[in-house]
Nanobody, 121 residues
Framework: QVQLVESGGGLVQPGGSLRLSCAASGSIKSIGTMRWYRQVPGKQRELVAVLLSGGTTNYVDSVKGRFTISRDNAKNTVYLQMNSLKPEDTAVYYC???????????????WGQGTQVTVSS
């Protein structure tokens, strides 16, 4: 069974940094696009960063220049380096990935359980 497990969230002061990790485990044949979303209570989940399998990245305007998405294919892990954090970055962050499993040619979307990031003094 495929799982995505996030880590690295926590409490940080404004201007600080955090690095989120999301490791995919289980029987995986290949990983395509990987993404980070975030959600605050009462609001829709927001797409924050996208990393295509070819290396192209895209970010929501509010995090451009501050956040960096990257991946380690050998470890089936995606990262989100978050610098110059602001209180408005406070949210639960979720990783998301398109995966195939042995015996299948179809990519299916998987989600992690979420990790809380709180930016506050």
């Amino acid at each position: 069974q495929v799982q995505l497990v996030e880590s690295g969230g926590g409490l940080v002061q404004p201007g600080g940094s955090l690095r989120l990790s999301c490791a995919a485990s289980g029987s995986i044949k290949s990983i395509g696009t990987m993404r980070w979303y975030r959600q605050v209570p009462g609001k829709q989940r927001e797409l924050v960063a996208v990393l295509l399998s070819g290396g192209t990245t895209n970010y929501v305007d509010s995090v451009k220049g501050r956040f960096t998405i990257s991946r380690d294919n050998a470890k089936n892990t995606v990262y989100l380096q978050m610098n110059s954090l602001k209180p408005e970055d406070t949210a639960v962050y979720y990783c998301n990935a398109d995966l195939t499993v042995p015996g299948s040619y179809n990519y299916r979307e998987y989600w992690g359980q979420g990790t809380q990031v709180t930016v506050s003094s």
